[in-house]
């Protein structure tokens, strides 16, 4: 009984094993066509599901996920921004910087960051404009906070 509970156990781990990989390699075509939400999605799957694991092709699955996630938020920030969509635009920059320094990535934290700033400084400039001068010294803070 033990023997087919642990056979079971190892039946399961491979399949599982197997579905985290396939489910990166889905995230890396997503990523080389672009697709970057369909690729965010895949990748913070494998996250979740293989962080645990002990098989070593898992773990580099993992890792290599994590250094695309930044990414993805990054580039979906750049579509919003590209929309004229600053508040989307802030906030996929946001989880990008907050997702870098959670995986260690510093360099790509600073560039996140500077794109806040610069939607800001988009905002603010929009309220200066305007005659707003209130709300966009207020904008402008924020602006020069992120970066």
């Known amino acids: 009984m033990m023997a087919v509970a ?5 039946a399961a781990s491979a399949q599982s094993t197997g579905e985290i990989i396939e489910k990166y390699n889905q995230g890396t075509a997503a990523l080389q066509a672009k697709q970057w939400a369909t690729a965010l999605t895949a ?7 293989g962080v645990d694991s002990e098989d070593s092709n898992v773990l580099n699955c993992v890792a290599a996920s994590k250094k695309y ?8 920030g750049g579509v919003a921004i590209k929309s004229g969509k600053f508040d989307e ?8 910087a907050d997702k870098a320094e959670l995986y260690g990535d510093q360099q790509s934290k600073l560039k996140a960051n ?5 939607c800001y ?5 929009k309220a200066f404009n305007a005659g707003d001068y209130a709300a966009a010294v207020a904008v402008f803070e924020k602006g020069y906070a992120a970066n």
Do not use: H, M, N, R
């Open 114 to 118: 500077s794109w806040i700033a610069k």
């Open 121 to 125: 400084q988009a905002q603010g400039g």
């Open 69 to 76: 996630i930044p990414t993805c938020y990054f580039q979906l």
């Open 89 to 96: 635009a802030i906030e996929k920059f946001s989880k990008s």
């Open 43 to 49: 990748f913070e799957d494998v996250v979740k599901s």
């Open 6 to 10: 642990l056979l079971s156990f190892v």
